[in-house]
């Protein structure tokens, strides 16, 4: 790689069925398809963006899995294993939930707080992590009504920005994954 190439690695986490495939294919592919796919596994694409006269590879991994599902299907040792391959290196976080299923925005502390267990920045900081309420183009269905209001919920809990997003119809996906890429990029 030629030194003004950066390869940043960033994952995507959530419950299972939030959209975290669909979030990257359409930010990667730009498509949207239905099609659901409950493999248990890791999906990762790579994008290339031109960054302050710099290239950036962009390594977008999701896990396939809830952490309660690698808990009971794997065995606890192979799920920490998994888990620390996973999250090795990486450098920031798309953690997202299902704004119709507040089940889901229960869950996003979880996947906040594995991250910062099994990752920091070398300087010992949290990575950044970006927080993405998707679906919201269901939210004629039935928005959560308990859902607290996201931009305290996402200071409080030390996310660097948060939006809501819809993988369908293109809604802010860009926007979510710029906005992790200049908290990236400003910390070095
Ligand atoms: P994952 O398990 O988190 O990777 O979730 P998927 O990307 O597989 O999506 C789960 C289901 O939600 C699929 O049927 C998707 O088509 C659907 N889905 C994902 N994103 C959106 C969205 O923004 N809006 C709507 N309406 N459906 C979505």
Redesign the pocket.
Known sequence: MMQHERLLKVLVI??????????I?RYVHQV???????TIGV?FALKVLNWDHRTVVLVVL?R?SSLKSWRSSGGQERYGNMTRVYYREAVGALV?F?MTRLSTFQAVLKWKGDLDSKVALSNGKAVPAVLLA?????RRHGLCPKLPKLENFSREYGFVGWFE?????NTNIDAAMTCLVKNIMYVE
């Open positions: 959530g419950d299972l069925g939030v959209g975290k495939t669909s979030i294919k949207f398809s239905q099609h659901y796919r409950a999906d999701e396939r997202v299902d998707n679906k919201c183009d269901q997003t819809s993988a369908k119809d």
